[in-house]
């Protein structure tokens, strides 16, 4: 099956012309027909490449994630420099354009939010489970595995919101 990529560089905003390149931030494709997304994370010079794509149409977004070892605090933009989905750019994967190169994001500190799980005792920390950050209800903003003391942390959420936290086990 034919199929395309994207590919760009992820850098924190930083005033005048120092560039300040981005490892392991996830950068997400989603597909616009039915939100299914896949992602990957960016390499110590802030470079990222998703291969395989099928021909569809797509948008794509950058921010912190646990899962790419992040420890950092960016919040979410989407391609190109838009906030949310509704602004952000669609790309169009074909047989004519398969591939897209230079979808670069420019990303800005984020707030956090970070607890500890326990069992019903009070005391016991569950280890490993998912804490999903959500805006609205349904839009996930970020996620994490709690460690062997029950502790997660969820960086890069943008200020003066409400974010319900869930957690699944």
């Given at each position: ?13 930083s005033s005048g012309s120092i560039v300040i390149p981005l490892a392991n931030i996830m950068v ?126 969820i960086g890069g959420l943008a200020p003066d919101n409400d974010y319900k936290v869930e957690v699944?086990?």
């Amino acid at each position: 099956h034919p199929g395309g990529a994207v590919s760009g560089t992820v850098v924190a905003q930083s005033s005048g012309s120092i560039v300040i390149p981005l490892a392991n931030i996830m950068v997400g494709i989603e597909r616009t027909s039915d939100h299914d997304w896949w992602f990957t994370c960016s390499g110590t010079n802030g470079q990222y490449l998703y291969e395989g794509l099928a021909y569809d149409d797509y948008k794509v977004w950058a921010r912190s994630d646990s899962r790419c070892g992040s420890t950092q605090s960016y919040m979410r933009e989407y391609w190109q420099e838009a906030s949310d989905w509704n602004s952000a750019t669609t790309l169009h994967l074909n047989a004519t354009t398969p591939n897209h190169s230079s979808i670069d994001f420019t990303l800005e500190p984020g707030g956090t939010i970070s607890g500890h799980v326990y069992e019903e005792d009070g005391v016991t920390p569950v280890v490993d489970v998912t804490v999903n950050v959500f805006l609205h209800d349904y839009d996930r903003v970020g996620s994490s595995q709690t460690d062997a003391q029950g502790f997660y942390q969820i960086g890069g959420l943008a200020p003066d919101n409400d974010y319900k936290v869930e957690v699944w086990s």
